[in-house]
């Protein structure tokens, strides 16, 4: 049976709370061992190579989010039901293959630099956002779909109207999952030409520099946290009022 990503109320909200518990350890540390200018110092390495990160998880993260939820309803659909586990099993080779390994494929035919490192993340992205998109709108309840049906309302009007306002809440538990994964995978796509904090991390590590690897890493956790922070806010406005989270 397909279950869903659990609902991000709280499971979110213990994530949140642990990375910044870890990012105020990691200022805390830097600060008491005074690399904390050191890793300041890369400020405008940070800048740069961040937008570099926001662009390359905002499109492979949009592109599977334009898929994904349109592929989670079609298997919803009554008729086509029966095919969705084998689909997701499909799907589930993006989660299932080692990620170097997934970005190295994508580099052996689409080449280096910034397209196979989109659709390499755009490959793991896909699979937490169609299952819940999936699971949330198969586990509206019976009676509103009844309910729907018996008001005279066409198959799209009762998608629109019922199933898809009552499974966003697990949509959105989906969509926030796929991104936090897109970002903290983001990194490993510099091996392959992407760009990003993970030339910082990465060329820390090989030339032995800490607040240079901290500089990346840091930052990269705090963009993950904030994208967590806005999407949630963004779930807080498009959730009818009064629909079950």
Not at 192 to 214: A, S
Request: with cysteine.
């Amino acid at each position: 049976m397909l279950k869903a990503i659990p609902n991000s109320t709280l499971l979110s909200g213990s994530v949140k709370w642990l990375s910044i518990l870890i990012i105020f350890l990691l200022f805390g540390a830097m600060f008491e061992e005074g690399t904390l200018d050191e890793v300041l110092y890369y400020l405008p390495d940070i800048i740069y190579l961040g937008g570099q990160h926001l662009e390359l998880a905002l499109v492979s993260g949009l592109l599977a989010v334009l898929v994904a939820i349109p592929l989670g309803v079609f298997l919803s659909r009554p008729n086509v039901v029966k095919y969705a586990e084998y689909v997701m099993q499909f799907l589930n080779i993006g989660a299932t293959i080692p990620t170097l390994a997934l970005l190295a494929m994508s580099m052996s035919f689409l080449g280096i630099g910034f397209l196979p490192a989109a659709f390499g993340l755009f490959v793991i992205t896909l699979l937490p956002i169609a299952r819940n998109t999936y699971t949330g709108l198969r586990s509206v309840p019976n009676f509103l779909t009844e309910a729907a049906n018996g008001m005279g309302m066409t198959p799209m009007q009762r998608l629109l109207r019922v199933e898809f306002p009552n499974s966003l809440s697990v949509i959105f538990a989906g969509v926030r999952t796929a991104f936090s994964l897109n970002i903290g995978t983001v990194p490993i796509a510099f091996l392959i030409g992407g760009g990003g904090l993970g030339e910082l991390v990465f060329m820390g590590i090989r030339l032995d520099d800490t607040p240079m690897m901290l500089a990346g890493a840091v930052a990269t956790a705090l963009l993950a946290l904030v994208f967590d922070v806005l999407l949630g806010l963004l779930s807080q406005v498009c959730i009818p009022k009064g629909i079950q989270r």
